[in-house]
Structures are given as C-alpha cells and as structure tokens.
C-alpha cells in the first residue's frame, strides 16, 4: 500500500516531492482513469445539506428535538415550538422553569401556536389548568403570565433554531 502511494505522491515520506497524479484525476472516477475517491469538501456539504433539510422536515425525531433543547429556537408562528418542552421563553423549557403549573397543565404536548388565540388586532394566550391554584401559587402564575406575555411571537415567518452561543443567534463560519 505504501508503495502505491509513493507512485501517487511521490516520494517517501521523508521529503517533499511534486505529485505525480493530479488531485481531480485521482477523485475523478475509475472508468475515466481515476481512483474513484470522493472530494471531501464537497461530500462533507453533501451531508450537512441532507442533514439540514431532515432537520427542517423531520421534527419530531430526537436529534431535532436534541438540538432544539440543547439551542432553542426563535419563533415565528410557533407552529413548530412545543410551548412547555423547547426553550423559547428563557434558559430553560417552561415546564422546568415552572414546574407546579406545567404539572397542572391540561394540554402539555401543544405548541405555542395552539396555545395563542388571535382577536382582531390583538394576541391572547389561552394556557389551562386542570384545576384552580391555591393562594400561595398565585405568585408564581403571575410571574408565569408576565414571561409568556413579555415573549409573545410575532405571528409571522417561521421558526427557526437559535445559536446561544452567538449574540445574533446566528451560526456561521
């Protein structure tokens, strides 16, 4: 094996040698003269590009799901964020930032777009509970309704994953 190599690259290892065979005629494929080797950089876009469409179609499988707790997400309709599992009101998911009243929650599995009503101009958020709170959880279903109602979606694109890491909530290269 090594031996062939030195025939493509030319030399021994010890020193620099000019290639003998051009990199397009070893990745060109093995009926045209090649050694039928794949272009990394284009096959690595390949796959990222695959991997991005099956993250926008296949949302309900646990990498999308992964990635969306790890990096959250910024709303547009909230057709897509799970209002009590994804984080998009904070740091953490709803149900953990509030765990009593997630408890308490009579539809855990909606999104927050099921969870909005739309009235003319304005944008209720229509939240029930199985049952009513106690005195002392009054605080914490205020504190509840200001952090929802400080975070209410626009109502308009998409939604798309957050980069927290990023001030603009972009990634980029």
Same mark, same amino acid.
């Not at 003998?20 to 950089?41: A, E, H, M």
């Not at 009243?101 to 209720?124: D, M, N, P, Q, W």
């Not at 605080?139 to 308009?156: A, Q, W």
């Given at each position: 094996?090594? &031996?062939?190599?030195?025939?493509?690259?030319?030399?021994?290892?010890?020193?620099?040698?000019?290639?003998?065979?051009?990199?397009?005629?070893?990745?060109?494929?093995?009926?045209?003269? #090649?050694? #039928?080797?794949?272009?990394?950089?284009?096959?690595?876009?390949?796959?990222?590009?695959?991997?991005?469409?099956?993250?926008?179609?296949?949302?309900?499988?646990?990498?999308?799901?992964?990635?969306?707790?790890?990096?959250?997400?910024?709303?547009?309709?909230?057709?897509?964020?799970?209002?009590?599992?994804?984080?998009?009101?904070?740091?953490?998911?709803?149900?953990?930032?509030? &765990?009593?009243?997630?408890?308490?929650?009579?539809?855990?599995?909606?999104?927050?777009?099921?969870?909005?009503?739309? &009235?003319?101009?304005?944008?209720?958020?229509?939240?029930?509970?199985?049952?009513?709170?106690?005195?002392?959880?009054?605080?914490?279903?205020?504190?509840?309704?200001?952090?929802?109602?400080?975070?209410?979606?626009?109502?308009?694109?998409?939604?798309?994953?957050?980069?927290?890491?990023?001030?603009?909530?972009?990634?980029?290269?």
């Amino acid at each position: 094996m090594a &031996r062939n190599l030195n025939i493509i690259w030319g030399g021994d290892g010890e020193e620099f040698k000019h290639h003998l065979v051009n990199w397009d005629t070893v990745c060109s494929p093995i009926v045209n003269g #090649g050694l #039928g080797i794949r272009k990394i950089v284009a096959f690595n876009r390949a796959l990222l590009g695959k991997c991005l469409w099956r993250f926008g179609v296949e949302d309900t499988r646990l990498w999308h799901r992964v990635l969306v707790a790890r990096y959250g997400i910024v709303d547009g309709k909230g057709n897509r964020i799970r209002f009590w599992h994804d984080k998009w009101c904070g740091d953490v998911p709803l149900r953990i930032a509030f &765990r009593n009243l997630y408890e308490c929650a009579s539809f855990k599995e909606g999104t927050i777009e099921a969870a909005l009503l739309l &009235r003319h101009e304005s944008v209720e958020w229509n939240v029930t509970f199985i049952r009513d709170f106690n005195d002392w959880e009054v605080e914490e279903v205020i504190s509840f309704m200001s952090l929802i109602y400080s975070n209410t979606p626009k109502g308009v694109g998409e939604d798309v994953v957050w980069w927290g890491l990023k001030s603009n909530g972009r990634f980029d290269i």
